[in-house]
Nanobody, 116 residues
Framework: VQLQASGGGLVQAGGSLRLSCAVS????????MAWYRQAPGKQREMVVR???????TYGDIVEGRFTLSRDNGQRTMYLQMESLKPEDTAVYYC???????????WGQGTLVTVSS
């Protein structure tokens, strides 16, 4: 399994970005797919996670500004980010966790920089 994150870049505060996470290989169900982020000097934190059954949980940091979606075949996961703030600046990672095998997969990260 490989996860390929893309879509990061430089955006002004108040702007929007859409991140993508393309999945190659098969992630066994049940599973959790998620977006995490890590700002410089800070710990990695969960942005949003979705169970294979569809239940989605957003981290408090999102404050209703981000939306996770997936394509019908669940081969690509998206993170639509609106009303971006400078404090959203971080490397964003997509991840997948197989709940039976306990295997954990990470994408390589994509940098989001929000200028004030």
């Amino acid at each position: 399994v490989q996860l390929q994150a893309s879509g990061g870049g430089l955006v002004q505060a108040g702007g929007s970005l859409r991140l993508s996470c393309a999945v190659s290989g098969t992630i066994l169900s049940p599973n959790v797919m998620a977006w995490y982020r890590q700002a410089p000097g800070k710990q990695r934190e969960m942005v949003v996670r979705v169970l294979s059954g569809g239940t989605t949980t957003y981290g408090d940091i999102v404050e209703g500004r981000f939306t996770l979606s997936r394509d019908n075949g669940q081969r690509t996961m998206y993170l639509q980010m609106e009303s971006l703030k400078p404090e959203d600046t971080a490397v964003y990672y997509c991840a997948a966790h197989e709940l039976k095998t306990m295997k954990f997969y990470w994408g390589q990260g994509t940098l989001v920089t929000v200028s004030s």
